[in-house]
């Protein structure tokens, strides 16, 4: 499968911004396709290990401001739906997702402006364990200018905090297979200010007609055509017309 499938070159989130405002993320590095070797924290690693690792796919995306990166991976395990859907349930009961000493780590490239994304710059995580493949994805975002996080927060904690990225949620492009071959979801930079109820939209009032715009008075049936608007020009010549 092309890597630009699985990990597009920009992806726009429309409405992911700040005030509703659509963000792009560009990919800046691609991982070569390797084994899961450091690329979890030990005890994630040990809950993904009864699945198995297969390959590792990664790529790293930043937005356009260039303020923050993100990291974003695809495990493709060897375990059967069986057992993919065990540690999908052990997920939800354990509130696995949800612990910040089971997150993934970020790909680091050198040469770009996630060269600095190391562990202690991760902000905010997500992990999705796929039931209808053997597959498990993740995102995980920080700070491009490698400013350290004391506290990280999970994806759907930090929507609502405040000044922390949240990652891109995964989706299946291939409803079919269940296999993610895009990321619909995008870093959303939450606002500082908090959120108030939504603004009433002002209704549509029609324009006011302005006072030389008079409907001319039809001929004959098919003489003029359809009606239209006499503009200041023509008014001033019947004007003088009926004066003469």
């Not at 992806?11 to 396709?33: L, S």
């Not at 993934?104 to 050198?110: I, S, V």
């Not at 498990?136 to 922390?164: F, I, L, N, Q």
Request: with cysteine; hydrophobic share 30%; proline share 12%.
């Amino acid at each position: 499968m092309p890597v630009d499938q699985l990990f597009p070159p920009t992806v726009q989130g429309q409405g992911a911004g700040p005030g509703g405002a659509d963000r792009t993320w560009t990919r800046i590095a691609v991982a070569p396709d390797s084994g899961c070797a450091n690329a979890f924290d030990p005890l994630l690693s040990d809950v993904l290990a009864p699945v198995g690792c297969q390959r590792l796919l990664r790529a790293t995306y930043t937005d356009a401001t260039q303020s923050y990166v993100t990291t974003v991976g695809i495990l493709f395990t060897k375990a059967d739906i069986s057992t993919m859907t065990a540690l999908s349930t052990r997920f939800k009961n354990e509130n696995l997702a949800n612990r910040t000493d089971l997150m993934p780590r970020p790909y680091a490239a050198k040469g770009t402006l996630a060269a600095g994304f190391g562990d202690k710059q991760r902000a905010s995580w997500t992990v999705s364990v796929l039931t209808d493949a053997p597959v498990v994805v993740y995102a995980v975002s920080g700070w491009a200018d490698g400013r350290k996080v004391d506290v990280p927060e999970p994806a759907d904690e930090a929507v609502t905090s405040g000044g922390r990225p949240r990652p891109p949620r995964p989706v299946s492009a291939t409803r079919r297979r269940g296999w993610p071959t895009g990321w619909s979801g995008v870093c959303a930079r939450p606002s500082t200010r908090p959120r108030g109820p939504p603004r009433p939209r002002t209704p549509h009032r029609p324009r006011r007609r302005r006072p030389h715009e008079r409907h001319v008075p039809p001929g004959r049936a098919g003489e003029r055509g359809p009606r239209r608007l006499a503009g200041p020009r023509t008014l001033h010549r019947r004007a003088r017309r009926r004066h003469t």
